[in-house]
C-alpha cells in the first residue's frame, strides 16, 4: 500500500538558518504530495501541494519539488523564523480520484530559537 | 466562513465507557473524513463520507467504532466500548466535491484511563 516516510525529529534550528526536512513515499501511479503543518493548539493547515511530476509548491517562504525519479518531497526554507516552529506533516493522496484518503508520514517537529 | 469544528477539545474518560467525538464540516463540503495520530506516531486515515454515505470505511480499526453522518452535516465518531488503545489525537477534515484539498479541524484528544 501507499506510505510516506519523514525524517525524524526533532529539529532544532537557530533563526535564519537554511530548513530541509525530508520525505519520501511508496505509491502506484503518480500521487498528489502536501506538506501540512500543526501549530501548538491548532488544527492541520495546509502548507503546499504538488499534483505531477516537477511541480514545485511554495507557500510563506516555503517549497518542495515533486520528484518522481527519487519518489521525494523534501520540504526546505532559506530562513527559518521562530514563529516556523510546528510539526509538519508529508502526506499523499491516491491519484484515482480528487476525494480521496490522504496518506501522512509520521511528522516532523521543527523547534526554531533565537 | 467557519472552519472546520470539533468538539470536545479533549476527553479523559475510563476503559470499558463511551465517548462520542462530534465534528462539523465546512458548510458545503460533501466529504468529511475522520483520522487518528496515536501517540508520536503517523496520522491515520479512518473512513470518509460523501454526503451522509460512507464511501471508504477501510481504515476503521474493529467495531467497537461508529461513525455516522446524519443529513450529511454534521458526523458523529462512537467509541464503545473504549479500550487504552484508543487513546489519541482524533482529526476531521472536509473537502469539496472535484476539489483535492482537505480542511482539518483542531482535532479531539481523547485520554482513556
Known amino acids: 500500500g501507499d506510505s510516506v516516510t519523514q525524517m525524524e525529529g526533532p529539529v532544532t534550528l537557530s533563526e535564519e538558518a537554511f530548513l530541509t526536512i525530508n520525505c519520501t513515499y511508496t505509491?502506484?501511479?503518480?500521487?498528489?504530495l502536501f506538506w501540512y503543518v500543526q501549530y501548538p493548539g491548532e488544527g492541520l493547515q495546509l502548507l503546499l501541494k504538488?499534483?505531477?511530476?516537477?511541480d514545485k509548491g511554495s507557500n510563506k517562504g516555503f517549497e518542495a519539488t515533486y520528484r518522481k525519479e527519487t519518489t521525494s518531497f523534501h520540504l526546505e526554507k532559506g530562513s527559518v523564523q521562530v514563529s516556523d516552529s510546528a510539526v509538519y506533516f508529508c502526506?499523499?493522496?491516491?491519484?484515482?480520484?480528487?476525494?480521496?484518503?490522504?496518506?501522512f508520514g509520521t511528522g516532523t517537529r521543527l523547534q526554531v530559537t533565537l | 466562513e467557519a472552519g472546520v469544528t470539533q468538539f470536545p477539545s479533549h476527553s479523559v474518560i475510563e476503559k470499558g465507557q463511551t465517548v462520542t467525538l462530534r465534528c462539523d464540516p465546512i458548510?458545503?463540503?460533501?466529504?468529511l473524513y475522520w483520522y487518528r495520530r496515536v501517540m508520536g506516531k503517523e496520522i491515520k486515515f479512518l473512513l470518509h463520507?460523501?454526503?451522509?454515505?460512507?464511501?471508504?470505511e477501510s481504515g476503521m480499526p474493529n467495531n467497537r467504532f461508529l461513525a455516522e453522518r446524519t443529513g450529511g452535516t454534521y458526523s458523529t465518531l462512537k467509541v464503545q466500548p473504549a479500550e487504552l488503545e484508543d487513546s489519541g489525537v482524533y482529526f476531521c477534515?472536509?473537502?469539496?466535491?472535484?476539489?483535492?484539498?482537505?480542511?482539518f479541524g483542531p482535532g479531539t484528544r481523547l485520554t482513556v484511563l
Open positions: 504538488a499534483t505531477k511530476a516537477d
Open positions: 463520507f460523501v454526503k451522509e454515505s460512507k464511501q471508504d
Open positions: 477534515a472536509s473537502s469539496q466535491s472535484g476539489i483535492n484539498e482537505q480542511f
Open positions: 505509491a502506484t501511479g503518480y500521487p498528489s
Open positions: 502526506a499523499l493522496s491516491d491519484p484515482t480520484g480528487t476525494a480521496s484518503k490522504l496518506t
Open positions: 458548510s458545503g463540503h460533501d466529504n
